[in-house]
């Protein structure tokens, strides 16, 4: 399975990502010509889960369903419009709409789980989730949050 580091350049908010095993032990931007150090560690390329990340060296993650809510809920609602638009309000479009209901509660089930860094908030994906990473905590969360 191919193994994704993806985080944001802090100058211009550049999207960069990592592939691999193996990976990079520098990556930069060169919009900002900023280096980005990755610390290699066993658990970039062994079935190893992180426990520090390789970017700041933060100890505490949190997993999410790789997938964008928002942009689904937008696809099932469209999808639910165009249902109504076709069959109009009869059995056969209550029928469409349970479908993109059901549809949208599998695709997320079967969503691969992604772990962020709460520190840096880097997005590892496709490694194996360590038992000890939760969902997202406020508390958590707001240790982390950046002075603005
Ligand atoms: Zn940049
Ligand atoms: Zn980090």
């Known amino acids: 399975m191919v193994r994704e580091i ?3 350049c802090r100058e211009c908010g550049n999207g960069i990502l990592l ?3 193996p990976f990079p032990e520098m990556s930069r931007c060169e919009k900002c010509n900023i280096d980005y150090p990755v610390k290699a560690d066993p658990a970039l390329s062994g079935g190893r889960p992180l426990e520090n990340c390789p970017r ?6 949190y997993v999410q369903k790789d997938f964008n809510r928002n942009l689904g809920l937008a696809v099932a ?3 639910a419009l165009g249902v109504y638009l076709v069959f109009g309000l009869t059995w056969k ?8 209901a059901g549809l949208d509660a599998l695709l997320y089930r079967i969503l691969p789980l992604i772990t962020i860094c709460y520190r840096c908030k880097t997005i590892y994906r496709g490694f194996p989730i360590n038992p000890a990473h939760s969902a997202f905590d406020l508390h958590v969360g707001e ?3 950046k002075p603005s």
Do not use: M, Q
């Open 93 to 100: 479009s209550l029928v469409g709409l349970l479908a993109i």
């Open 56 to 61: 700041c060296d933060g100890s505490e993650f």
């Open 143 to 145: 240790k982390y949050r």
């Open 77 to 79: 609602i469209l999808a």
């Open 6 to 8: 993806n985080f944001y």
């Open 19 to 21: 592939s691999g095993p």
